[in-house]
C-alpha cells in the first residue's frame, strides 16, 4: 500500500505562482511514475505532468513552459512549480502513483487551486 498527501494548493491572482507537493508512504519502492492530475467542474480529471523514477518528463501542452514537476526520490516526494498561472488552471489537483507490480494507481486526496482574473 502506498499513501499519497498533497499540500501547497490555495488561491492565487492570474500570473501568480503556486508550489504544489506530493509526499508518499508506505510500500514506496513500488513506485515507478508519479505525476498530478487535475479536474475542473464538470469536466473530466486531465494529466497535467508526469516524472518516471529516472527523471524523464511528460507535460500537458496546456501547461508547457508554465508548470515544472520534479520528484525526490530519497525523499519520496514530486512537486509540481506552476507559475504564469491562468484561471483556467483552476481546478482540484491530484497527486497520483503508478505501482509497477502488480499494476495499480494510488491517488492523494486533492488539493484545491483556485487562480482569480
Known amino acids: 500500500q502506498v499513501q499519497l498527501v498533497e499540500s501547497g494548493g490555495g488561491l492565487v491572482q492570474a500570473g501568480g505562482s503556486l508550489r504544489l507537493s506530493c509526499a508518499a508512504s508506505g510500500s514506496t519502492f513500488r513506485i515507478n511514475d508519479m505525476g498530478w492530475y487535475r479536474q475542473a467542474p464538470g469536466k473530466q480529471r486531465e494529466l497535467v505532468a508526469a516524472?518516471?523514477?529516472?527523471?524523464?518528463?511528460n507535460y500537458a501542452d496546456s501547461v508547457k513552459g508554465r508548470f515544472t514537476i520534479s520528484r525526490d526520490n530519497a525523499e519520496n516526494t514530486v512537486h509540481l512549480q506552476m507559475n504564469s498561472l491562468k484561471p483556467e488552471d483552476t481546478a482540484v489537483y491530484y497527486c497520483?502513483?503508478?505501482?509497477?507490480?502488480?499494476?495499480?494507481?494510488?491517488w492523494g486526496q486533492g488539493t484545491q487551486v483556485t487562480v482569480s482574473s
Open positions: 497520483n502513483a503508478e505501482q509497477t507490480f502488480p499494476k495499480y494507481y494510488y
Open positions: 516524472i518516471s523514477r529516472g527523471g524523464s518528463t
